[in-house]
């Protein structure tokens, strides 16, 4: 901090609340990448010599490496990891060091190299995502006549696929990939040049400072250039719906682990067990899994409020625009690479699934079909059935145990092909609707989703 | 309801609680447009006669009429604006009526209701936001070599065009808008087919669907279908940013309406008096704006929070999902056109804007410039310039207002062209990098943005 | 609005978007009330005439009355409720009328009807919250040894007293209706007297007021009195406890009515059917319950980024701090009446739940603790069940069901009493440590519990 | 982890995902102090002997010295602190060391760790709460007849004491403070012996333990008790409240030190420089506060999010309930600590607030009250003082620099008393109401805060 005007001190505490060293620390790369880029521009400019600018990239060549091994003479007394290596540079190769920050500031530099960081780690969840995309198409195309009790308020409603299930949440990351993508744009777009917020007097060239570092755009206005935090709050909204997704599946892990459904056993390496009751195998991944979505949202509120209200341009609350996105970083990283390992080993039970799909009235939609396929109008045909149901219930029976007497007793219209209209599995073979559970329709969508994770590695 | 199976009436209570016909009914119109399409489908498809899809299609024309002209018989026993539209058209075309529910379920028809709604809704938001671009613009286009301070820190730091603070603003909506655009991508698909969870027996053609009402794409899974929000969560994240973004601008008018800044006057029309102080003229809508964006966090807050651990498919808590995307519409609308109408009316008070920049020491980054350029290291006129603001402020005065003696004393480098240096509108005017706030840079800038304007109009 | 310096009129939109009188009007009530203690004050201050106080009090009783039977001329070019009643009353008084806002200012009196609002519909709270403890106190007693799984992770873990489970929640409650009562403390203190934000300088008698109101204090300071919005921060957070306790509880109803579980049955009443499948009976009132938590958490989110960073003191703002409180209270109100009924009628399945427990391996601990109890050590008691219950699972049976012999292939020391040991009931019997789950701790904290509801009645 | 009943090790992320013990670490020490008071209780009631307990107690005490020294051997390979704990007090005393965990389990030792820590921390923020509202107590001190502008929507409206308005902001911690302190009765309750979730066979005394801990309380039911967390909510809603009164107080710091306002200086160790501007002096600490304010929002949205729907008894979700109380306390004592230094320090500019008192016509109420005084209806002199200001305004005058024959064209009544009730002291002089501006008053509000203080400072 330059303090010519200054008569003071900086306050003990005031260091310790505002030093950033150790959040900033991780930035050393993105720090180093964005001022190489930048003196090669400024050689280029011809606003320094093309020697000067070649020294400071290998100066900084050298800074990275004793990084990389750890050699690298951190000081705390420099508030953070731009001072850091300004100051290594200068040690390194005197005054030309002083010479990096020409047509810069502290305000367009902080915010290019954060938003390096953001996108070098939402492209890491865009891998991560297709993974977990897979694990789930690997297991969807092992389980595609597996049927098992499709559920609307928790309560049995159909039987489906269970492949059809599991592609349902790779619909779900589908979109949240094309939302990263999407985001990506906006990341991409380096602030460099705006200067403290004015720009700079210096022949400067933005965009090629942003080629330099691979992005696709640099900045249209120098004031927005450095106060928008946009490119953190977009990936913090994609992380908090991938988190809402993540979290909804592992409830249903949470649940088909439970033994009165016991529709999967919890592969060993994915389960614990308790300091005090032998018997216990509980699904703690799944749980964390499902708590630490929570954390996204909370990431996402705080920089909502935070940027709320601030005038512009940069004011010192932004540098609080970090440690939200390393929070929902760790959650949604870990998160994708847990659950992509839990996936790949998961055990279905088929036959409990089964169990489960014949006592609990599944076919009671297609009596009324059936019905109606008499003939019977179709509120007449879905009362009949609510009886028959009644019925059966308090006999402990499912309605395909029922005796053809029986339920020709409700309608008399009832014949003997109705035991083929119950049989579970063509219940869920019959319904081949575009985007339905029918075998047919889930291949074909299988195959579409195969598609999309091929093209989608390539961009990867 | 069908209740076929139940022994007991619906609590009072539970109806009140559960009862959705005061939201839904502003879906009316969706749910029409929505079952035509179905009904034209149906028709297509075989599934029943060109006749009764005719029917049914005139029927639902002359119930969309009684709602326009209010001689529609709603009933509050009947649950919801689709229970009242199926009835009526039943009472109107007799057994006929009850066919449009063939292939359908509740489920997929207020999923495409809704996202019928979400969509016109965010179409609309899309035309207001350039509206807003499109005011702030016009102003600045006046106001291209209106000088103010431009704050970091909300202190002074550096002399800009308003017209380039205002394009900074622009430069937020572009991204809004852009944001706007992909999430309409996602929002347009057609849930209706997908039926309860599972699809249906009959060879319904969703992409028929989704063409007649418009959208780009229909469904790929029954089970999301039914129970995926993202198309609410997206636009309420949109929202979310769209306000934020506004809550700056209107923190800075009533910082700027203020009268020791004093840089504007609100128009009358938009400012309101006090019922006990005659002097006040308060920025009202400013602040009702800066406040609303707090009602869009928590929407959104409890649109994530609501989805969290749903397992799959459809589970009642969605019935929750309208409230916050009405109390954002409301927000979002409200603050865009006000806004608008605010900032075309907005009378910007120049000189007392120059007189800030005279008296901030906004120059100070200059006259260290100017000592660099004089051979000086960066670093030593940095410290010099602080000594220099130290004396000028000691004394009242501004730097440029000091005699060229006193500037001398700093450094004897100083000369008589140092005064030019000083002169905030060639500060201004010097920075004409890519971005920058130079006047040159600052018309390239506008011409973009115009082009975008107009462009985008092309869309609305 | 009083525009005496103002030329233009206030824009169409403006006053759109700043109209309350929808929100303000449910607030008519407060105002009369706050009014009336504010003319008696000012007549026994000598502030005006006693009977200039009695005709300004009567007058307000009119306007009561006429607001009750719907005969108030409402007009809403008249901004909000609070100008509506001053405007009637200078009708029906004449110039009397305008002394009734001596003294104070829209500022405190807003604040003031507002804290009366909010401190009645607490009130309200309260005794809701008393009566769903009461409703579930009652199910504890008719099912104190009704045994069902504890589960924890949602897996069995140990039996436990089905009351237990429901106390459980009651004390929840009772934590809850603790935070309410001291939240009341400091909502009910009257900001009358503070006017704009400077306090007045009549010889007002602010306690007076408060006296008046039914109040426990006024205000220290007034610009405190006019800004501050705990008093709304603090019952939206109780009510965010409030839901999230009720969500825990309904996340449990609609896990017990799945038929995996089976362990309750939905009255009909509280339960919804399908239009497409018969079978369903689905538990909407738990489900809405459940998600309409969500609407608190982001009313309390809403209220805390409004508040942030604001200067004192009052701001327009401000306004928006009805729409979170009244969003809140309609969800506590509805979700408590409801729930109260529904459990009033909620019928349990002791046979279900007794299935679930001796199919879960609940007895493992008991087991273990066996073990111990012959001298085998702790670690080496729990290895040795965790094989007896892969064993017991492998062969689809309960420890219960294993034969002795078995049993003794995993330890010798095993002999005839396990089978007493690994009893269920037992099992739940000897937990008798305080606040335990044996059946005489349990018959205690339900005593504690009757008695806590008896002496809360008398505050209600 | 015991894992007697699994087949394979654990999956190596899963180790990563659910490693607490870079969280628990801090917790070492409320671990040692739980347990010293569970083993103490277990020798008193003889579940243990009484020179077993006493080895224990000794054998944590040397734990707790190896910690405090650095010499304690970590593993982490032992999931958390609580096992590391144990195992070492193995390997010192033998296999009485195993005997510590009987009649408890992790659940309940969890909370019981948190709930010290959680006190603990609250303790302290109630410490420095009122460190902070002696500051503000100190500085009112020396400013009581100090004038600044009130301003109600960020606009000029009367002029108050500074003591006045910085005593308001004392009121707000004063409430803080009773929030903490009420919290604390129910965090200040322990749930040791509630074990896995449903009590303990053995004759533990968990009051014994509350009191040994210094705790008011032990659980009523030992599901909630290991269940609930409310503990953590509620200090992290009392902390949100805090954050926002400080975020408040910030944003006046950053305005008032804006040079348009400039009515204070920032104390050179508390304001920081810029790395380009020489002149700039930044408010950055005030700026931090205001931006960390809205961590505590994330923090409290994680916490309820996470809880919500989580089914009874312990879930491991809750494992995620101490990241968000950290996250809060950080903020919360960083920003009273530091903003009690910077009150301290910081010196106001009473010119500059009077030069704004003078400018902005706050003295218009006054001349209103002075026409009525007069004999003129209110509403006339609000109208008739409208227009003065007005024509002051036009002139670039205050209205106490107006003739007496200028003031008299707006009405005749107007005589050379005038300017004695345009007198800004005197307007504030005059509003003595309880609670008001007045200097008498705010001498009663001073005197009763400084009782307050020396009372708090008693319970600490």
Known sequence: MLRGRFSQDTHQLVQEFTDSL?????FAEQDIQGSQAHARMLGRQGIITQ???EQLVSGL????????????????????VHLNIEHRLTELLGSVGEKLHTGRSRNDQVALDLRLYVSQRVEEWQALLLQLARALTDQAEQHLETILPGYTHLQPAQPVSLAHHLLAYVQMLRRDAERLRQAQERIRVSPLGAAALAGTTYPV??????????FGNSFANSMDAVSDRDFVLEPLFCAATITTHLSRLCEEIILWANPSMGFLGLPDAFATGSSIMPQKKNPDIAELIRGKA?????????MLSLIKGLPLAYNRDLQEDKKPFYQADVIVSGSLSLLTAMIAEMEFN???????????HLNATELADYLVSKDIPFRTAHQVTGKAVAYAESQGRGLQELKLSELQEFSPQVEEDVFRALDPYQAVARRNSPGGTGFKAVSDQLAAVKAWLESASGDG
Chains 1, 2, 3, 4 share one sequence.
Do not use: C, H, Y
């Open 51 to 53: 020697q000067e600018a």
């Open 22 to 26: 150790d959040n900033d620390r991780v």
């Open 61 to 80: 060549e050298r800074i990275r490496e004793e990084i990389q091994k750890g050699s690298f003479p951190w000081r705390s007394d420099l508030e953070d």
């Open 294 to 302: 929570a954390g996204t949202f909370g990431a996402l509120q705080t």
């Open 350 to 360: 088929p036959e409990k699934m089964l169990r489960a799909v014949n006592s609990g």
């Open 205 to 214: 060239d933005p965009e090629e400072i942003a080629r330099e570092v691979g």
